[in-house]
């Protein structure tokens, strides 16, 4: 069942909101509408710069994925949220022969995995007392394509699509919309550093996308050109498949 899901008029908590693709996502959401936005981040005075453009409807909070107490904080702080972005994460990649992959994959499992569910936990019954709301989950074209070099990255992404895929289920029954997003080459500060800068296409691809398949009650967004290529490849499965209730099909008699 589609949840379609219209920001207009909504209070929206953004993980990581000061810079790139959560910059972008704060962007969108008050230009189509959105009443106030918790920038959820580590350091306060990082979404200094959200507050001197949008005065009171950016709320700065401290929110660390990895402390999952100041998650707890934050949910106290947003008790009138409608919508939660987890945008935040980490791309710390090894391949599976490096010294460090060990070290990597905890950290990346700890945050992008953990974190996510700890927000889940957390934030998901104040969606259902304010109505239901979304869940927007920031994912990667690695949650469905693993490079070596990057393989600690795609495990935690892959593992995190997973989660993603049973909140989608388990938050449905409350009427909370959920939405895996999936975004490729994006020019942010992370694959400028991972070297992937080149072909990077502008974070407000993913911004504007979240706000359009969120009224669409889509379950999948892919926001960018590479994203769509997979996405249009990975579309069928997802349909047969991972939006489909797997009890429906029955072992067939030969």
Do not use: W
């Not at 008050?30 to 200094?48: C, E």
């Amino acid at each position: 069942m589609k949840i379609h899901y219209d920001i207009e008029g909504k209070i929206a908590l953004v993980t990581g909101a000061n810079r790139g693709i959560g910059k972008a996502i704060v962007d969108a959401f008050l230009h189509h509408g959105a009443a106030k936005i918790y920038a959820a981040v580590r350091n306060l005075d990082s979404a200094a710069h959200l507050v001197e453009r949008y005065g009171s409807k950016v709320v700065p909070i401290q929110l660390d994925l990895i402390r999952p107490e100041t998650i707890v904080a934050a949910a106290e702080t947003a008790k009138d949220v409608q919508v939660v972005v987890n945008n935040a994460g980490v791309f710390i990649a090894s391949t599976p022969m490096d010294d460090e992959a060990g070290n990597s994959l905890e950290l990346g499992m700890k945050i992008n995995v953990l974190g996510l569910i700890q927000m889940a936990q957390v934030f998901a019954p104040i969606l259902k007392i304010n109505g239901g709301g979304a869940l927007v989950q920031l994912n990667s074209i690695a949650s469905l394509k693993c490079s070596a070099n990057f393989a600690t990255h795609s495990a935690s992404k892959a593992a995190a699509y997973s989660i993603t895929q049973a909140l989608h289920e388990l938050l449905g029954r409350q009427g909370t919309a959920v939405l895996s997003v999936h975004p490729g080459l994006i020019a942010t500060d992370m694959s400028a550093a991972a070297g992937l800068g080149g072909a990077a296409e502008p974070a407000s691809l993913v911004g504007e996308g979240i706000v359009t398949a969120l009224k669409a009650g889509d379950f999948h967004l892919f926001p960018d050109s590479m994203a769509k290529r997979i996405g249009s490849a990975y579309q069928h499965f997802s349909e047969s498949i991972i939006e489909t209730d797997i009890s429906e099909y029955r072992p067939v008699k030969i």
